[in-house]
């Protein structure tokens, strides 16, 4: 049963263009999420984070939106560039309610091509 | 630099034989973590240790074992009990269970 679901397994977008990945979750217990970037032959590298109690969170050009009530989460990359192609991986934990449980779920990923 | 370093970078293996992955961290975490990646499969958790001389299965941990002697290792021996056990293998560590930070994986063949 997978619990963090990333539907679009990948995605093709123009320099400077918006980028946009979603990412959907069934566990209602989640509240604390994450965005990977990786490389290929190279562990993943954090991006940015997320929790419940927020609904965006913004660090430069990403941006993460949160709909608790639709369970649905999304990476904004404005504008994109081609050093963004990679894959991004969703993950999601138990965060502030109960203390983190030291486990990420994590999506199979969205490749994402930026063309120049 | 701090950081987590995973030996070696390509590893390859006669069919029967254990073996063993190494994972290092300087970042003073107490946390580390272990992954496996195959193509369209995401990451899955193998194992996990929360602090040293402690650690719990993930969700694929059959073939698999680990030991946390020391907070700075966590090393991974592939069995041969393993079926499937070529793939991409990655080791993290987290501070506090949130943010996890990666090393930069050891692929391993086993013919």
């Known amino acids: 049963d997978q619990q963090v679901k990333q539907n679009s397994p990948s995605l093709s977008v123009q320099e400077g263009r918006i980028s946009i990945l979603n990412c959907d979750y069934t566990?209602?217990?989640?509240?604390?999420f994450l965005w990977y970037k990786k490389y290929p032959a190279e562990g993943p590298t954090f991006l940015i984070s997320i929790s419940s109690i927020k609904d965006k969170n913004e660090d430069g050009r990403f941006t993460v939106f949160l709909n608790k009530s639709a369970k649905h989460l999304s990476l904004h990359i404005v504008p994109s560039q081609p050093g963004d192609s990679a894959v991004y991986f969703c993950?999601?934990?138990?965060?502030?309610?109960?203390?983190?449980?030291?486990?990420?779920?994590f999506g199979k990923g969205t490749l994402l091509t930026v063309n120049p | 630099d701090g950081g987590i370093t995973q030996s070696p970078k390509y590893l390859f293996r006669k069919e029967g034989q254990n073996v063993t992955l190494s994972c290092e961290q300087n970042l003073n975490h107490d946390a580390m973590y272990w992954y496996r990646q195959d193509p369209g499969q995401g990451l899955r958790l193998i194992y996990y240790?929360?602090?040293?001389?402690?650690?719990q299965k993930g969700d694929i941990a059959e073939g698999y074992s680990v030991s946390r002697e020391k907070k700075e290792s966590f090393p991974l021996t592939v069995t041969s009990a393993q079926k499937n056990p070529t793939a991409f293998y990655l080791c993290?560590?987290?501070?506090?269970?949130?943010?996890?930070?990666f090393g930069p994986g050891t692929r391993l063949t086993v013919t």
């Open positions: 993290a560590s987290s501070r506090d269970g949130y943010e996890q930070y």
């Open positions: 993950a999601a934990t138990l965060g502030n309610s109960g203390g983190s449980n030291y486990k990420l779920t």
């Open positions: 566990n209602s217990m989640f509240d604390y």
């Open positions: 240790s929360q602090i040293v001389n402690d650690f």
